[in-house]
């Protein structure tokens, strides 16, 4: 299983990694190993996650569960399901993916202070010389198409309006304190459009979740809904943000649902040991990367 690099005690830099990762060692335990690569091009897709299995492979989060679930002894772990809520399982995930996918991205990739202090040196010191030069920075351009069109791209930080009163320093007084407190209200309110598009999306779960371990009631192991919602919430707490703005929404507002991460992982991973081997993918992907690819 290749997937985006871990930081701090997250699994993962990516929910669809760190989800990848959950789901395989639920579905088939002991039977697959890790390797960490930040640079897309590696993939057959250009996508990361995804899992090789001799001349096979499967990239994307769906495709990966769609091949793993077909082999012989993998775990179904929607099976305690009934067909409508599986029906209902995938609507969620989709939802998911998007919308609690956006509010991850946002934080790794559009907040400044975030992508310069740990998204970007963490993906720089994951890729080798001479893709460490261009590479993290294309990713990051990469989600900005997506980012613009949920309007989560360009919200000012907790370091830009420091910078901005600065540069307003060489202007004249009364102009300066203008712009400042222009600035100042421009930044509040963005970054409270962003906790109420992330409170939006949080109260629905916090409310199907209740007082409950798992989504649905009568299963006592993780589902697939639990492992990609629980995969979004991990990497938010787990990742040591310079701007912690979600983090602080979800510890402050929704502990049921870091709880529930907690426990999924828990599950998932009761000790270390439990965690798959990895394997040094620097080499591989540097290989990979300096061949042309076939169209």
């Not at 990966?64 to 067909?83: F, M």
């Amino acid at each position: 299983l290749h997937i985006w690099p871990a930081h701090g005690q997250a699994l993962s830099l990516d929910p669809a990694s760190a989800a990848a990762l959950l789901y395989l060692q639920l579905a088939i335990p002991g039977r697959f190993s890790v390797a960490h690569c930040a640079n897309p091009d590696v993939s057959p897709s250009g996508q990361l996650p995804y899992l090789t299995h001799g001349l096979r492979n499967a990239s994307t989060f769906p495709s990966i569960v769609k091949y793993v679930a077909h082999l012989e002894g993998a775990h179904d772990t929607n099976g305690s399901l009934t067909p409508v809520e599986k029906a209902r399982l995938c609507a969620r995930i989709a939802h998911v993916q998007s919308d609690y996918g956006d509010l991850v991205a946002h934080m790794l990739y559009s907040l400044h202070s975030n992508w310069w202090k740990t998204t970007r040196p963490v993906l720089v010191a994951a890729l080798p010389i001479p893709h460490r030069y261009y590479v993290a920075d294309r990713v990051r351009e990469s989600y900005k198409p997506r980012l613009e069109a949920s309007e989560l791209w360009g919200i000012p930080g907790l370091e830009d309006e420091e910078q901005d009163g600065i540069s307003s320093v060489f202007r004249k007084e009364k102009k300066r304190k203008s712009q400042l407190k222009s600035i100042k209200f421009k930044n509040a309110f963005r970054r409270c459009q962003v906790l109420a598009k992330a409170r939006a999306l949080l109260s629905i779960y916090s409310k199907l979740l209740g007082d409950n371990r798992y989504f649905h009631l009568h299963s006592d192991r993780p589902t697939t809904l639990d492992i990609v919602f629980a995969a979004h919430t991990h990497v938010l707490m787990s990742i040591p943000f310079a701007d912690p703005l979600l983090q602080t929404l979800l510890s402050d507002s929704y502990p049921t649902l870091v709880a529930h991460a907690n426990a999924v992982q828990s599950f998932v991973f009761p000790d270390p040991v439990s965690l798959p081997p990895t394997a040094d993918s620097h080499l591989s992907c540097s290989l990979h990367t300096l061949l042309p690819r076939q169209l």
